[in-house]
Nanobody, 122 residues
């Protein structure tokens, strides 16, 4: 059974940090790009970051302009886990964060997690 499980969300004050984790199982983790998405109440889902999304290269990274310079994505294939380090958090970062997996070089995500809530207070 394929699973993506997010953890690390919570409540933090503006300017603080959180590290989200996305643990995968049931598929060959190394062969997949992992993306982080977020959705705030009343807003559309937004792509935040992705590792492995550029040119099908496993270690390549992408960041939305809204988080560039504040968030860092990394992966530990030995642990089948991708991390999203979020620094200098702002109230507008408040959302449910969800990770998803797609085959390297593919345009569509195959698997999705359930999401973890991040709340940033002002």
């Amino acid at each position: 059974e394929v699973q993506l499980v997010e953890s690390g969300g919570g409540l933090v004050q503006a300017g603080g940090s959180l590290r989200l984790s996305c643990a995968g199982s049931g598929f060959t983790f190394d062969d997949y790009a992992i993306g982080w998405f977020r959705q705030a109440p009343g807003k559309e889902r937004e792509g935040v970051s992705c590792i492995g999304c550029r040119d099908g290269i496993s270690g390549s990274s992408y960041y939305a302009d809204s988080v560039k310079g504040r968030f860092t994505i990394s992966r530990d294939n030995a642990k089948n886990t991708v991390y999203l380090q979020m620094n200098s958090l702002k109230p507008e970062d408040t959302a449910v964060y969800t990770c998803a997996a797609k085959s390297l070089g593919s345009s569509s995500y195959n698997y999705w997690g359930q999401g973890t809530q991040v709340t940033v207070s002002s």
